[in-house]
């Protein structure tokens, strides 16, 4: 009797076909993300040509296009569940490729080509002269099938740096303009803090974070590692510590009233934050020159109304809804309540009143979206969340707070 060429009873054979699989799913995997990217692509570009699908007859005008194509990012961020930046950089890396890179992107396509790789040649094309588009292309194309995305990055930029037609200073001049910092809040009452700088100071910066830690590091009873100093210095330079800080604040906290009384040990919240140790709750309230405390029924809850005949929300209702919804209502938005409109869900001239119920923070993207295409919303009685509809008909209910 012959013996079976895949026999599972081999280990090298079960070896092999696990990396087969994995391999098979892999480049699955790449094609799904290039067909993705297509039909993303493929859909802004309807908009743009047809923005009567996505904005009523009397609201089209010269801003027609920017309005549907706006309407239908959040419409597929909806139904993909992903972010609108998401939407449009995947619909812009379909783009950049088939126009400026089509053999690369028939590889994507056919799944032979990383996604990360596709991403960055499309990052690196889009800032290349137009002449220079073929040659980039027939220098990377093995690459991006061959290399690991760090190995086709390097190799990338090396290409493109040949082909520039502007100077280093003139694009690092143009980078500077992209500067930045922003927060990130991650698990367990932490966050994350990231800068985008010139290079030259991120060594500066980096070099003192280094010598401040590495000289308390050097003390005797020091405990703390290096990367803990260098957290802590950074904090330290730009809040100060303990009373010497130069940051005045407002603390709003969530405490549970049996958390409070001693008998539970569920988490208070912190005002745009999140759950947080009871102990560090107490810290912030007696550092803080002033602060709210809410205390919720553990049953219940608190629930905070006004007089809906008048159209402005009070100083109250607006603290309250900014603690509560933290957050822009719409699907997926990550907006903090505080940069966003208070709008109501039911419109006031409708007979909407003004109260915690009919009240939801907005940004003003989200906010403008609602009432110039045909994106809409409503709150059905004794619902908890707003419903957001698409132009295409797509309902989502708004997302519950982060916590």
Request: aromatic share 6%.
């Amino acid at each position: 009797m012959e013996p079976l060429l895949l026999d599972p009873a081999n280990a090298d054979i079960r070896v092999e076909f696990g990396m087969a699989e994995a391999e098979f799913a892999q480049r699955t995997q790449w094609r799904a993300s290039a067909e993705v990217f297509r039909a993303i692509d493929a859909t802004l570009r309807e908009a743009a040509a047809h923005p009567e699908v996505f904005i009523d007859a009397a609201m089209l005008r010269g801003d027609a296009v920017e309005f549907a194509e706006r309407a239908a990012a959040a419409d597929l961020a909806v139904r993909l569940n992903i972010a609108e930046a998401t939407v449009r950089a995947q619909g812009h890396v379909a783009r950049t490729l088939r126009e400026r890179l089509p053999i690369l992107w028939a590889w994507f396509a056919e799944g032979e080509i990383h996604t990360q790789n596709a991403r960055e040649a499309a990052s690196i094309v889009i800032e290349l002269p137009a002449d220079s588009w073929a040659h980039f292309e027939s220098q990377l194309v093995d690459a991006a099938r061959t290399l690991a995305p760090a190995r086709f990055r390097a190799r990338a930029q090396a290409v493109a740096e040949r082909l520039q037609a502007s100077s280093i200073d003139e694009r690092h001049a143009a980078a500077e303009s992209r500067r930045g910092a922003w927060t990130e809040l991650d698990r367990d009452g932490m966050g994350w803090l990231h800068a985008y700088l010139p290079a030259e100071k991120l060594a500066m910066v980096g070099a003192q974070l280094e010598s401040l830690a590495f000289g308390l590091f050097t003390e005797a009873d020091e405990k703390r590692t290096m990367t803990q100093l260098r957290a802590d210095v950074l904090s330290d330079l730009m809040i100060g510590t303990g009373e010497q800080s130069s940051v005045g604040v407002t603390v709003a906290l969530t405490i549970p009233v049996l958390t409070l009384l001693g008998h539970d040990n569920q988490p208070a919240v912190l005002e745009g934050i999140g759950p947080i140790d009871i102990d560090t709750a107490r810290r912030l309230c007696a550092t803080a020159p002033t602060f709210t405390r809410l205390l919720t029924d553990p049953v219940s809850g608190t629930v905070l109304h006004m007089d809906p005949r008048q159209y402005r929300p009070s100083a109250a209702l607006r603290r309250w809804l900014a603690i509560t919804q933290v957050t822009c209502d719409f699907p997926g938005c990550g907006r903090r309540a505080a940069q966003c409109d208070l709008d109501h869900s039911t419109a006031w001239a409708e007979g909407g009143p003004t109260t915690a119920g009919n009240l939801a923070h907005r940004c003003r993207k989200h906010h403008t979206m609602k009432h110039q295409t045909k994106w809409h919303v409503e709150k059905p009685p004794r619902a908890q969340r707003a419903v957001w509809t698409s132009p295409t008909g797509h309902s989502r209910e708004a997302d519950p707070p982060p916590f």
